[in-house]
């Protein structure tokens, strides 16, 4: 569904009226097409459609007049739309927690003699500001004068204290607060399930070793495990499909379309970009998106396109040493996929101790959408395709 | 009291003036018959006819310079830069001639010449239609600047530019035009050249504006107000001189400083005003003056996103606002 606004018909024009609709209701218009005449002061002219579809919905109507940027119809194109809040770019940061005062603190301390370790910062990083003195200042006054006029000196009332531990408040950071509504709206309105699985990734491990000198001089970025994991999770997701789904109030929504959400963790916050289509995209492929996703990320540049529409998200819990994680669900996905750190293990195989390169696959999923039957199936078609790689697995 | 827009402050302090005044009179480029192209001179011609509603030839340097020869021989011109972005050929006859006059002959000359400016961006405009060229001419001593952002000023302060004796340049925001709405009074007021006014009141940040940008900062204020935040909003509108004494003592009121205007942050408007309160009130100051500025590029680029970037807008305010609240 494609909202068309009022345009902005020249310089300074703030306001526009609709003299024709030259479309009605249910009209299918290709892009440009023109949908209705508009005047406004300066000039007239015809607004085109930024869209092929079909006209929905007429909001305003002829006659009307109405502010640059206002909404006055529907076209319901034919490709549907994911929206999908972005995590704010900004990381604040982190004030330093070393005693400072500003000159108006000093000065009215100063004035009225205040021993400024008595007083509570409500500042940045515990910061006391001039408010904050300023109240200490009223707050004294008023205990001095309460106990004055008290005839006995009955009243226990003390200045203001501060607690002996110095408790640092650490101010939330936008991406701190997306993350944690996003967390907190995923942990309540979706019922958690978790399963796991282990995985004998040693020839996957040899292979690779093999390849990774070679692949990082030629290509100039490394080849982690990371992308074979992806193109495996990928396949078994075309061949369960229901997995790549969400829960929505109209239905299940089973999304054609595989966009591979990756966490990527900075020092302050956690970010989710997207590898957009990764089942038309080789190993090779995915490897050069996640170096280049990690990048942006790293420096700050991701875009709304690079964290939106993802489908279904993989953690790369391994990174951090993690062998078994219970990952939180990545609204309104159905199901998130951690990957643990790789580790020697003795293993039985035909009735004999081998020492063998293990992997868990810990999965979360929405109870709502999904079952423990097919997500087993899921991931032992994961595990299947992990297994297979080694010495003829395409990388390009 | 009747609510009118900006740009129809303009036109009714031209019209009144010109009907109290036989001495008032517009030139600019296509001022006349086509009533200008924001139309602030729109119905003029009409009325005044073509001597005193005069369309100039495209030369900002003549336009500029005539009116300024008509005002030393003591008529009241008011002349029009079509976008402040072409003043600049007008300069040498601004700076060294209009703003020199009364220095220079002891006293026996003057130039009571208002120049008119549309200037800001935010309206597609691209490089040369969109630049704030104030900073240019706030170290012009003889010249006044003034940049007003709502109807009521714009009418008052265009009045009293018109009877000043001396040369003023008139800023109107471009964007404001057909944006801002206000009410205004049939009364002959006058708002004076040289004082900034607050025009919302708080007791924990204090934020500088003018423009387009006071009302941005207005919106970011009300959004903050919801959390808590009680924002003091002086709107400067005299750009040159400053009214020093507003801005110091709204500064000490709060101790906390955001200046905030579109044009570009070295040298801006903001470097002066954060000086006078630095010199003034340090002692006052309970942190460090802030300022949010466009960005120092060469000028507002066309292409939507980056012309997004380039301005300023309440979200940016609020989160400045609201990280010094918090400091």
């Known amino acids: ?396 | 009291m009747a609510m009118i827009s900006y740009i129809e402050a303009v036109t009714q302090a031209l019209r009144e003036e010109m009907l109290r005044d036989q001495r008032v009179f517009i030139l600019g480029e296509d001022v006349g018959v086509r009533g200008g192209v924001f139309r602030a001179t729109a119905g003029l011609y009409e009325e005044f006819g073509e001597s005193r509603v005069i369309d100039a030839p495209l030369a900002e340097s003549a336009i500029a310079g005539v009116a300024i020869g008509a005002a030393a021989y003591g008529m009241r011109p008011i002349a029009e830069m079509q976008f402040a972005d072409f003043i600049m050929t007008a300069v040498n006859q601004i700076v060294n001639e209009a703003a020199k006059m009364r220095y220079r002959s002891n006293g026996d000359w003057n130039c009571p010449v208002v120049i008119r400016a549309p200037y800001g961006g935010g309206v597609h405009g691209a490089l040369y239609h969109s630049q704030s060229i104030e900073a240019m001419f706030c170290n012009v001593p003889g010249l006044k600047v003034v940049a007003p952002s709502t109807p009521y000023d714009v009418k008052g302060l265009l009045r009293s530019a018109i009877h000043d004796n001396d040369p003023v340049l008139f800023l109107e925001h471009k964007r404001c035009y057909r944006l801002i709405k206000g009410e205004v009074p049939d009364t002959d007021y006058t708002v004076p050249i040289g004082k900034a006014e607050i025009k919302r009141d708080g007791s924990d940040l204090t934020v500088f504006a003018y423009g387009l940008m006071f009302h941005y900062v207005m919106q970011a204020a009300e959004k903050l107000a919801l959390e808590g935040v009680q924002t003091q909003v002086v709107d400067v509108r005299t750009l040159y001189p400053l009214d020093r004494e507003t801005i110091i003592a709204a500064a000490k009121s709060t101790g906390k400083v955001l200046i905030v205007h579109e044009d570009n942050k070295e040298g801006g408007l903001g470097s002066e005003i954060s000086a006078v309160i630095a010199e003034e009130c340090l002692f006052d100051l309970d942190a460090p003056i802030k300022r949010l500025c466009g960005p120092d590029v060469p000028a507002m680029p066309y292409s939507p996103p980056m012309e997004k970037f380039f301005m300023l807008g309440p979200d940016k305010i609020y989160l400045a606002m609201k990280e010094l609240a918090e400091f």
């Not at chain 1, 993690?322 to 039985?348: D, M, R, Y």
């Open chain 1, 1 to 396: 569904m494609e909202k068309i606004v009022m345009p902005q018909l020249g310089e300074s024009v703030t306001e526009g009226t609709i003299s024709k609709w030259l479309v009605r209701v249910g009209d299918q218009v290709s892009r440009y097409d023109p949908l209705c005449e508009v005047s406004t002061d300066k000039v007239n002219a015809e607004v085109p459609s930024t869209v092929a579809g079909r006209i929905s919905k007429i909001v305003v109507a002829e006659g009307e007049t109405v502010a640059v940027g206002t909404l006055i119809c529907y076209i319901e194109t034919v490709r549907e739309t994911t929206d999908q809040p972005i995590a704010p770019q900004s990381p604040q940061e982190t004030q330093e927690t070393k005693q400072r005062y500003s000159p108006a603190v000093l000065r009215i301390a100063q004035d009225h003699q205040i021993d400024l370790s008595k007083v509570t910062g409500t500042g940045a990083g515990g910061r006391i500001t001039r408010k904050d003195v300023l109240a200490y200042l009223e707050g004294s006054s008023e205990t001095n004068a309460s106990v004055e006029d008290q005839d006995s000196p009955t009243s226990q009332e003390q200045v203001p204290t501060i607690s002996s531990i110095k408790d640092q408040v650490i101010p939330i950071s936008p991406v701190r607060k997306t993350i944690a509504e996003r967390m907190v709206q995923s942990k309540q309105e979706a019922p958690h399930a978790w399963m796991v699985m282990e995985a004998d990734v040693t020839n996957l491990v040899a292979f690779r070793e093999r390849k990774k000198i070679e692949f990082k001089q030629r290509e100039g970025f490394s080849l982690t495990y990371l992308p074979f994991f992806i193109k495996a999770i990928v396949e078994a997701l075309k061949e369960y499909p229901m997995i790549n789904s969400e829960w929505t109030e109209q239905g299940i929504v089973m999304k054609k379309e595989v966009h591979i959400s990756i966490a990527v963790a900075r020092e302050d916050a956690l970010f989710v970009p997207v590898i957009r289509d990764a089942d038309q995209k080789s190993i090779y492929g995915i490897a050069r998106e996640i170096d280049q996703l990690v990048r942006k990320t790293r420096e700050g540049k991701l875009t709304v396109a690079d964290l939106s529409g993802g489908t279904f998200t993989v953690n790369n819990t391994g990174a951090f040493g993690s062998v078994l994680s219970a990952p939180i669900l990545n609204p309104p996905q159905a199901a998130i996929l951690s990957v643990e750190k790789i580790i020697k293990k003795p293993v039985v195989i035909d009735n004999m101790i081998a020492i063998r390169d293990q992997v868990n696959l810990c999965l979360s999923l929405d109870h709502r959408v999904l079952d423990g039957l097919i997500c087993g199936r899921f991931l032992q078609s994961v595990k299947r395709r992990i297994e297979s790689y080694g010495e003829g697995t395409e990388i390009f």
